[in-house]
């Protein structure tokens, strides 16, 4: 199952597609959240599939005429981990990790699919990273094994944590680096769990600018995989639905080039996942 968030004359709904068609969801599941819908048992997706099957033309969207919202749920806990891809260890020389490397986001730092990451007015520094989303869709807390870890996840979606660069590395301060309004980008879709390996593994994962790779990667080099993460973070804080895990980005991010390449305004910044599409970002200065 592919479930976008999108608004439209300043109504915000869901939307389910079905191959390279965009369906509404307004009519057709009116109570379903996206939780829910993630979530759904055998009996409710056949139900879901009947409705579709019955649905009419006015329940068909046209993508381009659309807003993409990052499709998460409301007061969502988005909990990042860095380093965690050998090759961009390597290339900040980083340590061998024996630990998970956390920091936080916001929700209301992101933007979606198709709207613009924007230069902060205090710096010059905006930088792209590529990463897996994991979606969350029950409760966690505890200890756990590998298998209970991800039976708790539902779905996975396309994230750019793109870092302010200078606030960032001033006095090690992460969190303030990666929360700045409009300068994370998340969506267009979430992708059911089941719809994608276990664990998301052995997905490739590519960066581009203006078309122009940057970023090369895979799923199967995560320093600590998705359960690896589900249960570092689930043996501390309690996790819920619909909380968000950023798993982390691979070598060839702009800070590390020489020059430096940050994202400049009139650029669009391209994160694409295997078995998940494209999230694409125009970037513009405030």
Not at 20 to 48: F, K, Q
Not at 186 to 210: F, N, R, W, Y
Not at 269 to 282: A, D, K, Y
Request: aromatic fraction near 6%.
């Amino acid at each position: 199952m592919k479930l976008s968030k999108i608004s439209s004359n300043s109504t915000i709904e869901l939307a389910l597609w079905r191959g390279r068609d965009l369906l509404s969801l307004r009519n057709i599941a009116p109570r379903l959240t996206l939780m829910d819908l993630l979530g759904a048992s055998a009996s409710l997706r056949n139900d879901l599939e009947q409705r579709l099957n019955r649905a009419h033309a006015q329940d068909l969207l046209d993508p381009t005429q659309l807003n993409f919202l990052p499709p998460l749920p409301e007061n969502c806990k988005i909990l990042c981990a860095g380093l965690n891809y050998q090759s961009h260890a390597t290339e900040v020389s980083a340590p061998p990790a024996e630990y998970p490397n956390f920091f936080m986001r916001y929700e209301d730092t992101l933007v979606g699919h198709g709207q613009a990451l924007r230069i902060p007015s205090s710096s010059r520094e905006l930088d792209y990273e590529g990463e897996l989303a994991v979606v969350i869709g029950k409760p966690c807390f505890g200890s756990m094994n590998d298998a209970q870890a991800l039976d708790c996840v539902s779905g996975y979606t396309i994230f750019n944590d793109a870092s302010v660069r200078d606030f960032q590395f001033r006095a090690s301060q992460w969190t303030l680096g990666k929360n700045f309004p409009a300068t994370g980008g998340c969506g267009p879709v979430v992708v059911s769990a089941d719809e994608l390996p276990m664990g998301a593994k052995g997905l490739a994962l590519q960066t581009l600018i203006d078309g122009t790779v940057m970023q090369i990667g895979n799923t199967a080099d995560l320093i600590f995989d998705v359960a690896s993460l589900i249960r570092a973070l689930a043996a501390v804080t309690p996790l819920r639905s619909g909380d968000l895990i950023i798993t982390g980005t691979p070598a060839g991010v702009g800070f590390t080039r020489n020059p430096p390449r940050f994202l400049q305004a009139g650029e669009h910044c391209e994160v694409r996942i295997e078995g998940i599409g494209s999230l694409i970002n125009p970037v513009t200065a405030n």
